[in-house]
C-alpha cells in the first residue's frame, strides 16, 4: 500500500457542529502532516507529528484540535469552524522523521471543507 | 528564512511546445529542492527531488529540472507538452533540521491544443 488515504472526501459542517477528518497510510512512515489549502494557494502547514508526537503546531487556532492515536492514523478534529475555514485540508506523511528535510512527503487526496 | 519564488503564476503553452516553470529558492545553503503537481481537486504529486545529488533530475511524466547553485534555481522542463500537463505545480524547499517545507506561490499551466 502506497498511498494516504482521507476521509470523508467532502464535508460540510454548521458552525456549531463538531466533526473529525481522518487519514490513514500503512507505509510504515514516521512523519505525518496536516495542510490547510485554499484555493489557487499553496498548502499550508497547520500540525506536524513526528513518532506519533505533536513536532510543529503553527499557531492554529484551538478549534482545530489534531490527534495521533498510533503511527499509521491521523485525525483532526473540528469544533466551532468559522466559514473562513472552508478550505482543502491535505494529510501528508513522510518516511522518517520530521527532521529529515530530503524525505518527500506523500499527499493524501485531501477533504474539501465548508463551513456554513 | 528560506522562501520560494516561482516566476509566473500562469504559463500557457501549446501542446508539444517546451514546458519551463521557474523556481528561486532564497538560502545561501543549497536546500533539498522538490516540485509536486497538483490536478484540479486532488492531492499533490511528487514530480521530483533534488537531494544534492545529480545536479539535473529526471523525474515521473517526463519531467526533468536542473539545480543550478549559481542561480539559486531549480526551473522544471519537460521537451513536449501534453494536455495531461494541465495542472498546478508547486516548487518546494527544505533545508536540514526540523524545519517546515516552504511552498511557491504555485503556477497554473495550460496547455492549448
Known amino acids: 500500500d502506497t498511498e494516504v488515504t482521507q476521509t470523508p472526501k467532502h464535508l460540510v459542517m454548521g458552525m456549531t457542529n463538531k466533526k473529525s477528518l481522518k487519514c490513514e497510510q500503512h507505509?510504515?512512515?514516521?512523519?505525518m502532516y496536516w495542510y490547510k489549502q485554499k484555493a489557487k494557494k499553496p498548502p499550508e502547514l497547520m500540525f506536524v507529528?513526528?513518532?506519533?508526537?505533536?513536532?510543529i503546531n503553527e499557531s492554529v487556532p484551538s478549534r482545530f484540535s489534531p490527534e495521533c492515536p498510533n503511527s499509521s492514523l491521523l485525525n483532526l478534529h473540528l469544533h466551532a469552524l468559522q466559514p473562513e475555514d472552508s478550505a482543502l485540508y491535505l494529510c501528508?506523511?513522510?518516511?522518517?522523521?520530521?527532521?529529515?528535510?530530503?524525505?518527500?512527503?506523500?499527499f493524501g487526496p485531501g477533504t474539501r471543507l465548508t463551513v456554513l | 528564512a528560506q522562501s520560494v519564488t516561482q516566476l509566473g503564476s500562469h504559463v500557457s503553452v501549446s501542446e508539444g511546445a517546451l514546458v519551463l516553470l521557474r523556481c528561486n529558492y532564497s538560502?545561501?545553503?543549497?536546500?533539498?529542492l522538490f516540485w509536486y503537481v497538483q490536478y484540479p481537486n486532488q492531492g499533490l504529486q511528487l514530480l521530483l527531488k533534488?537531494?544534492?545529488?545529480?545536479?539535473l533530475v529526471k523525474g515521473i511524466n517526463g519531467f526533468e529540472a536542473e539545480f543550478k547553485k549559481s542561480e539559486t534555481s531549480f526551473h522544471l522542463t519537460k521537451p513536449s507538452a501534453h494536455m495531461s500537463d494541465a495542472a498546478e505545480y508547486f516548487c518546494?524547499?527544505?533545508?536540514?533540521?526540523?524545519?517546515?517545507?516552504?511552498f511557491g506561490k504555485g503556477t497554473r499551466l495550460s496547455v492549448i491544443a
Open positions: 501528508a506523511s513522510s518516511p522518517r522523521g520530521s527532521g529529515r528535510a530530503k524525505d518527500e512527503q506523500f
Open positions: 533534488y537531494t544534492s545529488a545529480a545536479t
Open positions: 507505509m510504515g512512515h514516521r512523519a
Open positions: 507529528y513526528s513518532y506519533e508526537k505533536l513536532s
Open positions: 538560502s545561501s545553503v543549497p536546500p533539498y
Open positions: 518546494a524547499a527544505s533545508n536540514s533540521g526540523n524545519t517546515p517545507l516552504v
